[in-house]
């Protein structure tokens, strides 16, 4: 087990020094022999014994890659080792650098970032700034020492969701981030939520007219996402470990024990909950979350779209709702699909709140995100009805008297409930805009 250990890390020195330059057999027999401190007889062997790769693919891999490699070739494992002398004598690093896109996304002109000097010139700050803001000794500070700030917010249905807010400085950091190098990578075509051309609206057509709809919603979908997932979308687009680690670091939080405590006191989080909470997790506040979040659930989109095609069905994602519909089949097949989801969900890992689970046929009403999708896109009954009602009362004693969440602009506000609907429904239209009209709005004072 030891001789096996330390061959492991001779591997590894040796894949270092040999990824640090070109492919070319004299320039790899070069850098081992640097590596070495000798040129052994049997190096020639090795370096005829390495599988030969294409130029992108000994860019984009990994060193434990090419370390496994290299401890599968007999000239290596056979090579002799001297008692108490180092097997390689000197580390050759390859300079950090950028590797390239995967395919198809070779154009996307993300910013060149191969150090941490290069992320703080980016950002505008100093490396000391990059380092207080990337740390990882937040979760010991002091609530009002924080990077965040920390709001309790109850939900109409019961429980309450933690919303953590980057105060200002992190905020605009986080915005760079999102609008000059997030906002330019492509998400999954299923991807509805927080995306440019699509909407609610968009998620709900896909599934108008179809005779059953299945609705699942994951839990706690942001505190889901931890740091390791957020680091490996850097990663993947081409960002160096130890960048890609810094710029997750940037846009996720450690939740501090008062604030978990509090949850828990008040029953908004079990223990599970709590224990994501305390890790690194995308913060639901920040304004690079949502996209994180949908590029860190690409492979959830994919397995998932991967199912409903199988089940001859139509998949799509806003958020944590997930919704699957297709042919009357897969009524009977609601437990067996359900189970799926559920095991795809934990394998990429998130969880599903088996409470909203549920299943709808045309003899209900089918609704996506609060939107009736029986026939055409519509609002409930009950929420027209109630709309009505709020501009009639408006009219009769002044909106000023069915502001009750107090809402700073409840002009906009309501206008922006009376778009929704007669977006949904246009039919609607006249009658919601005679009904606006008729309401008297007092002007603010100059």
Known sequence: MYASRLRHLDALALARALWAGPQTPASLKARAEQALG??????????DELPTVSGATWQRQEVDDLAARIEQTRAFVNAPRVPGLPFVRRWI???SRMRPAPLGLDDLDLPPLPHSAAIADWLGITLDDLDWFTHDRRPALPLHAQ???????PKRSGGGRLIESPRSRLKALQGRALHELLDKVPVHEACHGFVAGRSVLTHARLHVGQPVVLHFDLKNFFGHILSSQVAAVFHTLGYPPGVA????????VSTPEPVIERLRDDGWVDWQDARALRRAHLPQGAPSSPMLANLSAFQLDLRLDGLAH???ATYSRYADDLVLSGP???????DRIAAWVGRIALEEGYALNHRKTRMATQASAQRVCGVVVNAHPNLPRREFDRL?????????HGPASQNRDGHAD?????WGRVQWATQLNAAKAPRLHALWSRIEWIASPA
């Open 38 to 47: 000798a040129s052994p007889h049997w190096l020639a062997d090795f370096i």
């Open 93 to 95: 690093l390859r300079a």
């Open 147 to 153: 990077h965040y700030a920390f709001t309790l917010q």
């Open 245 to 252: 680690r810094q710029l997750a670091a940037l846009c996720t």
């Open 310 to 312: 199988v089940l001859g």
């Open 328 to 334: 009357p089949s897969l009524r009977n097949s609601f």
């Open 388 to 396: 009505r009602a709020v501009l009639h009362r408006c009219a009769l």
């Open 410 to 414: 409840f002009r906009a506000h309501l």
